[in-house]
């Protein structure tokens, strides 16, 4: 053999050593970690959110829990912890219904029209607890907007109403309460102050958790 071969010869092994270490480096080094990031949600990408819960059409000042701002702006809507506003409409048959006179009374005032299937559904109901709880103090007003006095006259004719209606012939007095969709409950404490209310139509659960915010210690009942 002579020298250059043997040189050749030395420097290819030396060749293939290295390739077989960088090989070998490479397949054993660790591989980068790359951090992922999260695809964006739809309600990131839309720029809204679902909500945790659904409102409640009903607000009331006894404590259940946590406030949250969904409960604070459905007190606010129904005057939960105010003043009742003013109300004095003329009432069916004669008469004036001024709230202002039945200060140490519970109240419950009802917003309503006839034509709402609703209010139909909820007047016998109030007619029934009207009766029943009249000797605790309490006193049950519906008030009847925008509509004339033969139309409220045949309606309570018909459903049997034992409580005193109002007309609210102009709709004056719904604005006054924020009443914008009918029917709407109202229920006030013998101080005049409102301590819940509920967009209806509701039923006869929803109606005695108004009542027992108004007439503490009395045994409401469906």
Not at 22 to 30: E, F, S, Y
Not at 120 to 125: A, C, G, S, V, Y
């Amino acid at each position: 053999m002579g020298p250059r071969f043997a040189i050749a010869a030395g420097l290819l092994a030396g060749v293939g050593v290295a390739a077989l270490l960088l090989i070998g480096l490479l397949v054993l080094a660790p591989e980068p970690s790359i951090p992922a990031t999260p695809a964006p949600s739809i309600a990131q990408a839309s720029g809204s959110f679902e909500p945790t819960a659904d409102a409640s059409p009903r607000a009331s000042t006894t404590p259940t829990g946590s406030a949250t701002a969904d409960s604070s702006a459905s007190s606010s809507a129904f005057h939960v912890g105010q003043p009742a506003p003013a109300l004095v409409v003329p009432q069916l048959g004669g008469g004036t219904i001024d709230l202002a006179t039945l200060k140490g009374k519970s109240v419950w005032v009802n917003f309503m029209a006839t034509w709402c299937p609703s209010c139909q559904d909820e007047f016998p109901l109030m007619s029934g607890f009207a009766a029943r709880y009249g000797g605790s103090g309490l006193v049950v007003v519906a008030v009847d907007v925008r509509e004339d006095e033969g139309t409220l006259a045949g309606f309570a004719q018909r459903l049997n109403a034992t409580f005193p209606l109002g007309l609210d012939s102009d709709g004056q007095a719904a604005r006054r309460w924020g009443a914008v969709a009918l029917p709407v409950h109202f229920w006030i404490d013998a101080t005049g102050i409102v301590r819940d209310g509920a967009a209806g139509g509701i039923g006869a659960d929803t109606m005695v958790e108004g009542l027992k915010s108004i007439l503490p210690g009395v045994d409401v009942t469906p």
